[in-house]
């Protein structure tokens, strides 16, 4: 079992930074690949970015690229996903996952989810 427990959502104005935080704990966090997804209200969770076990490689969702940054520091048993620019259209509930294996996209590909972290972007 791995735990996940989110932290750094909030309230920003448009073109704002935020960083978020996962913060795991039970097995070796080192082996397991992460992810970041969001949830805003009234649609259906979706992909942001991903990360591989050793933090190597990484994949985002077009409508991120370039914006946001997904890192992780294995001693730490943490990731993280630093937020620039941020647009009004960013607003969601943010989640952290965890999968055995390779960096993916899907969420029916993760085993482990966090209960997310809420961030408003206000215009």
């Known amino acids: 079992q791995v735990q996940l427990v989110e932290s750094g959502g909030g309230l920003v104005q448009a073109g704002g930074s935020l960083r978020l935080s996962c913060a795991a704990s039970?097995?070796?966090?080192?082996?397991?690949?992460m992810g970041w997804f969001r949830q805003g209200p009234g649609k259906e969770r979706e992909f942001v970015a991903t990360?591989?076990?050793?933090?190597?490689?990484?994949y985002y969702a077009d409508s991120v690229k370039g914006r946001f940054t997904i890192s992780r520091d294995n001693a730490k048993n943490a990731g993280f996903l630093q937020m620039n620019d941020l647009k009004p259209e960013d607003t969601a509930v943010y989640i952290c996952?965890?999968?055995?294996?390779?960096?993916?996209?899907?969420?029916?590909?993760?085993?482990?989810w966090g209960q997310g972290t809420q961030v408003t972007v206000s215009s």
């Open positions: 039970g097995r070796t966090f080192s082996r397991y690949a």
């Open positions: 990360i591989d076990w050793s933090g190597s490689s990484t």
């Open positions: 996952a965890a999968r055995y294996g390779n960096l993916a996209l899907l969420t029916t590909d993760y085993s482990y």
